[in-house]
């Protein structure tokens, strides 16, 4: 059993930029990043394989947020920048048995607590 735990949220301007991090209890594998805002769906937002070499993003963050690992302190982190309102959610760092899960939640079979992040306009 793998346990989550994100830090790094908060209240950030429009423009501004915050970085989450996410720390594993131990080793991971398939890393992702994923939120729901209110009355909404989950979504997914980036993802990254074990060894770093393969990264995807929905199409909203594109260009603004970047995934990252450190296989040795057993770390994922999430840069965004240029941040928009629209991004408001809680975030949720993931974590599956697999080579790269990518945007299907069902492949994630870890889950931290969430972090709040709010961009106010």
């Known amino acids: 059993q793998v346990q989550l735990v994100e830090s790094g949220g908060g209240l950030v301007q429009a423009g501004g930029s915050l970085r989450l991090s996410c720390a594993a209890s131990?080793?991971?594998?398939?890393m992702g990043w994923l939120r729901q805002a209110p009355g909404k769906e989950r979504e997914f937002v980036a993802a990254?394989?074990?060894?770093?070499?393969?990264?995807g993003y929905a199409d909203s963050v594109k260009g603004r947020f970047t995934i990252s690992r450190d296989n040795a302190k057993n770390t994922v982190t999430l840069q965004m920048n240029s941040l928009k309102p629209e991004d408001t959610a809680v975030y949720y760092c993931?974590?599956?048995?697999?080579?790269?899960?990518?945007?299907?939640?069902?492949?994630?079979?870890?889950w931290g607590q969430g972090t709040q992040v709010t961009v106010s306009s």
């Open positions: 131990g080793r991971t594998y398939a």
């Open positions: 993931a974590a599956g048995n697999t080579y790269f899960s990518g945007s299907n939640s069902n492949k994630y079979d870890y």
């Open positions: 990254i394989n074990w060894s770093g070499s393969t990264t």
